[in-house]
Nanobody
């Protein structure tokens, strides 16, 4: 069984920074993609950023230029560096990965709260 474990959430003031980590563990042959999603209260879960096995990245318009996704293929870990945080970034952030041979796997989520 494979699992994803997120860490790094917390409470920061607007304009601050946080770095989220997502570590994949288990008997993993390869990782196709590692993504970060978020879900704010009363809203649908949305894709924040994604990174492919080759390093291709994509970002939501709302975070472009402020967030950076990266991954360490040796450690099977993805990171989300978040800067210039805004109150509207407040959400639970979830890590998602498509793993071989496990398929789609989600983490348990980490809460990010931005105070104004």
């Amino acid at each position: 069984q494979a699992q994803l474990v997120e860490s790094g959430g917390g409470l920061v003031q607007a304009g601050g920074s946080l770095r989220l980590s997502c570590a994949a563990s288990g008997n993993i042959f390869s990782i196709i993609t590692m993504d970060w999603y978020r879900q704010a209260p009363g809203k649908q879960r949305e894709l924040v950023a994604s990174i492919s096995s080759g390093g291709t990245t994509n970002y939501a318009d709302s975070v472009e230029g402020r967030f950076t996704i990266s991954r360490d293929n040796v450690r099977n870990t993805a990171y989300l560096q978040m800067t210039d945080l805004r109150p509207e970034d407040t959400a639970i952030y979830y890590c998602y990965a498509r793993l071989i041979p496990w398929g789609d796997v989600w983490g348990q989520g980490t809460r990010v709260t931005i105070s104004s």
